[in-house]
C-alpha cells in the first residue's frame, strides 16, 4: 500500500513467551476483534495471548536508519519498521558508504517540513501513567490471576509493557467506587484512632499496586488524591457534595484532614508502597460525587500552615512533592494566581496538577504562560478520559474508537508542548459498561474487561498512550521541534501535530506526530543535515526514534 511505502518489510511474526504461574504467556501482533459499527478494533488478550511492540528500539550508531512505530485505524497497532535516513553531504566529502539523498529537484518541495533542534531544551519528563481506583480493582480482581497479571504487565512490565511509570492512587472513595466511605468515618475522632483500611484498598488496590511496581523495576512514581474529607470534618456533614472543611484555618478540623493524609501514608508504607507525591484534592472548585469545596486561597494556606509542616516531621512523607488545583486546564490561571500570591519562593507547593475537562476551543497557551510566570513550578496532567458526554449515546465504552485515540494524541501533544512533565489517565480498566460507578458517571477507559470471559481489550487509547509512554522514559527532555517554511504550529487546522525529546543519556531523539486528516500525509523531519522522509497514514499516530 502506498501508505506504507517507505517501509522495509520485516520477515516472520516474533513470539516471546512469558511464564506467569502455570500458564505460558505468547506475545505477538493483535488479536483483532470488531464490535458493530465501530470505527476500529481491539486487540483481546486473555491469560495465553497478549500482543506486544516489536524491538529494537535503537539501532547501530551508523547504521543510518530511524525506527518508525505507526498505529492508523485500518489496519496497524504499533507497527514497527525501519527508515533509511538521507544524509546530505558536500561533493567533497561524499562517502560511497554513506547514504545520499534521494529526492530529486522535483519531488524536494513535496511533504510537510518538520525542524528539530535540540540545542533547545525544555522540561524533563516526569513520566506517563493511569489511576488505581476501586473500579479499576474490582475489575481487575473479576480475571483470573494469569489474566490479570497480563494486564498489569501490558501497562507496567519495564520490558514488553508501554512501560507506565506513574500512578494514581485515590484515597477514600471517589465516584469510580461502588460506595461512600472514608478510612475515618468515626464523628470527632480528632486522633483518627478508628482510621483504617477497607477491603478497597487491602484487597483491590494495594496488590495490584505492589505487582506494578515490581513489574517497573520499582520505577513507579505515585501520588495520592483525596475526593473529599470525611463527612464529618465538613460544613454539609457528608462526602458527597460541595461542603467546606469546618472550623478555622489551625483548627482542630483541618488538623484533622491534614493527619488523615499522614496516616494513608503510614498504612500504605506497612505494606512496602511509598509515594513521590499528593494532590491536596481532587476538582476543589466543583468536584461534587464526592467533592469538597476548597478554593485556591484555602489551598494556599492550608498547604503552607498546616499541611506541610505536618508531613516534614515524617521520614516517609517529607520530601512528598505537593501539587494544587487538581481541576481543569482552563481554570489555572486564575488558581494560580491565588495559589502563589505573595511569590513562590518560600511556597511550598510544588505545582499544579489539571485536567483535560476544559471547552475544546480554550487555549493551551494558558500552560506556556504558567510556567513563564512560575518557572520554578511543573505542570502534571493528572486526569483525562472519554466517553463522559451527556448525551447516551456518547457515554461509557465505545469499542474500538479511534476517534477517541485522536483526542488522547492531540491532548498529549499540546500539554507537553506547554510544559506539563507528563499525562496522567484515569482508571486504567473499566469493565463493559464503563464502571461500577456508585453515581453512574461511567466512562471510556484504554482497557475494558469482558470478567465473563475471562478477556481484556485493549483499546485505540491504549495504543494512543504507548506512543508516548513506551518510548519516552522519565528524565527525557522535551527539545525544540516546528514546522518548516511558513507554517506555524500556533496555526489552526495544522494537518499534523507533534511533539520531540531527547533521551535522558543524550545519545536518541525521540519524535510523536499524528494526523487528524483522512488522507495520507508526506513528512519531512530536519536534524541539522539528516532528513527522515515520512508517509503518515490517515489519522495515524506515529513515533519515529534516531540516534543524535
Given at each position: 500500500m502506498e501508505r506504507i511505502s517507505f517501509f522495509f518489510n520485516i520477515a516472520g511474526i516474533v513470539f516471546i513467551f512469558f511464564c506467569i504461574g502455570s500458564d505460558a504467556v505468547s506475545f505477538s501482533d493483535c488479536a483483532e476483534r470488531r464490535f458493530p459499527g465501530s470505527e476500529s478494533?481491539?486487540?483481546?488478550?486473555?491469560?495465553?495471548?497478549?500482543?506486544?511492540?516489536?524491538?529494537?528500539?535503537?539501532?547501530?550508531?551508523?547504521?543510518?536508519?530511524?525506527?518508525?512505530?505507526?498505529?492508523?485505524?485500518?489496519?496497524?497497532?504499533?507497527?514497527?519498521?525501519?527508515?533509511?535516513?538521507?544524509?546530505?553531504?558536500s561533493d567533497q566529502n561524499r562517502r560511497k558508504?554513506?547514504?545520499?539523498?534521494?529526492?530529486?529537484?522535483?519531488?524536494?518541495?513535496?511533504?510537510?517540513?518538520?525542524?528539530?533542534?535540540?540545542?533547545?531544551?525544555?522540561?524533563?519528563?516526569?513520566?506517563?501513567?493511569?489511576?488505581?481506583?476501586?473500579?479499576?480493582?474490582?475489575?481487575?480482581?473479576?480475571?483470573?490471576?494469569?489474566?490479570?497479571?497480563?494486564?498489569?504487565r501490558a501497562y507496567f512490565d519495564k520490558h514488553i509493557g508501554i512501560k507506565y511509570t506513574v500512578g494514581r492512587v485515590v484515597m477514600g472513595a471517589c465516584d469510580f467506587s461502588v460506595r461512600e466511605?472514608?478510612?475515618?468515618?468515626?464523628?470527632?475522632?480528632?486522633?483518627?484512632?478508628?482510621?483504617?483500611?477497607?477491603?478497597?484498598?487491602?484487597?483491590?488496590?494495594?496488590?495490584?499496586?505492589?505487582?506494578?511496581?515490581?513489574?517497573?523495576?520499582?520505577?513507579?512514581?505515585?501520588?495520592?488524591?483525596?475526593?473529599?474529607?470525611?463527612?464529618?470534618?465538613?460544613?454539609?456533614?457528608?462526602?458527597?457534595?460541595a461542603g467546606q472543611i469546618k472550623g478555622e484555618l489551625h483548627g482542630p478540623y483541618y488538623r484533622a484532614f491534614a493527619n488523615y493524609f499522614r496516616?494513608?501514608?503510614?498504612?500504605y508504607k506497612s505494606h512496602n508502597i511509598n509515594f513521590w507525591g499528593l494532590t491536596l484534592t481532587n476538582e476543589p472548585l466543583h468536584g461534587a460525587k464526592p467533592g469538597m469545596d476548597l478554593n485556591s486561597t484555602?489551598?494556599?494556606?492550608?498547604?503552607?500552615?498546616?499541611?506541610?509542616?505536618?508531613?516534614?516531621?515524617?521520614?516517609?512523607?517529607?520530601?512528598?512533592?505537593?501539587?494544587?488545583?487538581?481541576?481543569?486546564r482552563h481554570l489555572v490561571p486564575d488558581a494560580?494566581?491565588?495559589l502563589y500570591a505573595g511569590g513562590t519562593e518560600n511556597n511550598v507547593i510544588d505545582g499544579l496538577a489539571f485536567h483535560w475537562y476544559s471547552p475544546p476551543d480554550y487555549p493551551y497557551e494558558v500552560l506556556s504562560e504558567f510556567h513563564e510566570k512560575y518557572p520554578g513550578k511543573f505542570l502534571l496532567a493528572t486526569e483525562a478520559c472519554t466517553g463522559a458526554a451527556e448525551r447516551a449515546e456518547e457515554k461509557?465504552?465505545?469499542?474500538?474508537?479511534?476517534?477517541?485515540?485522536?483526542?488522547?494524541?492531540?491532548?498529549?501533544?499540546?500539554?507537553?508542548?506547554?510544559?506539563?512533565?507528563?499525562?496522567?489517565?484515569?482508571?486504567?480498566?473499566?469493565?463493559?459498561?464503563?464502571?461500577?460507578?456508585?453515581?453512574?458517571?461511567?466512562?471510556?477507559a484504554p482497557i475494558i474487561i469482558n470478567a465473563k470471559d475471562d478477556e481484556f481489550?485493549?483499546?485505540?487509547?491504549?495504543?494512543?498512550?504507548?506512543?508516548?509512554?513506551?518510548?519516552?522514559?522519565?528524565?527525557?527532555?522535551?527539545?525544540?521541534?516546528?514546522?518548516?517554511?511558513?507554517?506555524?504550529?500556533?496555526?489552526?487546522?495544522?494537518?499534523?501535530?507533534f511533539v520531540a525529546f531527547r533521551s535522558p543519556d543524550n545519545k536518541q531523539l525521540v519524535m510523536v506526530l499524528f494526523s487528524s486528516v483522512t488522507q495520507t500525509t508526506k513528512v519531512k523531519i530536519h536534524d541539522g543535515k539528516r532528513t527522515i522522509p515520512l508517509t503518515i497514514p490517515a489519522q495515524g499516530i506515529v513515533t519515529v526514534l534516531w540516534d543524535k
Open positions: 478494533f481491539v486487540c483481546v488478550c486473555n491469560r495465553t495471548f497478549c500482543d506486544l511492540p516489536i524491538g529494537p528500539h535503537r539501532l547501530g550508531k551508523n547504521d543510518n536508519k530511524a525506527i518508525v512505530y505507526m498505529s492508523d485505524p485500518a489496519k496497524f497497532r504499533l507497527h514497527q519498521q525501519q527508515v533509511p535516513i538521507e544524509v546530505e553531504y558508504d554513506k547514504p545520499q539523498r534521494i529526492c530529486s529537484s522535483d519531488d524536494e518541495d513535496e511533504g510537510i517540513e518538520i525542524v528539530v533542534d535540540s540545542s533547545k531544551e525544555y522540561q524533563t519528563v516526569l513520566g506517563f501513567g493511569g489511576a488505581f481506583t476501586d473500579a479499576a480493582g474490582v475489575n481487575l480482581n473479576a480475571l483470573s490471576n494469569s489474566t490479570r497479571a497480563t494486564l498489569l466511605y472514608s478510612y475515618c468515618d468515626t464523628p470527632d475522632d480528632f486522633e483518627l484512632k478508628t482510621f483504617a483500611l477497607p477491603k478497597e484498598d487491602t484487597e483491590w488496590k494495594i496488590p495490584n499496586i505492589q505487582q506494578a511496581i515490581e513489574m517497573s523495576g520499582d520505577q513507579l512514581r505515585l501520588f495520592s488524591s483525596p475526593w473529599s474529607a470525611p463527612g464529618w470534618m465538613k460544613t454539609n456533614g457528608q462526602m458527597v457534595g496516616r494513608f501514608f503510614e498504612e484555602m489551598q494556599r494556606l492550608w498547604a503552607n500552615e498546616v499541611l506541610s509542616p505536618l508531613l516534614k516531621q515524617y521520614e516517609l512523607s517529607k520530601n512528598l512533592k505537593i501539587m494544587a488545583h487538581d481541576d481543569n494560580a494566581k491565588e461509557g465504552p465505545s469499542m474500538g474508537n479511534w476517534t477517541r485515540a485522536l483526542l488522547y494524541s492531540h491532548d498529549i501533544i499540546e500539554d507537553m508542548r506547554g510544559w506539563a512533565v507528563g499525562w496522567v489517565d484515569w482508571n486504567i480498566c473499566l469493565d463493559m459498561k464503563g464502571g461500577p460507578n456508585w453515581v453512574d458517571n461511567f466512562v471510556d481489550y485493549k483499546q485505540p487509547m491504549f495504543y494512543a498512550m504507548a506512543h508516548f509512554s513506551r518510548f519516552i522514559p522519565p528524565n527525557s527532555v522535551r527539545i525544540g521541534s516546528e514546522f518548516g517554511g511558513q507554517l506555524s504550529y500556533n496555526a489552526q487546522n495544522k494537518p499534523i501535530e
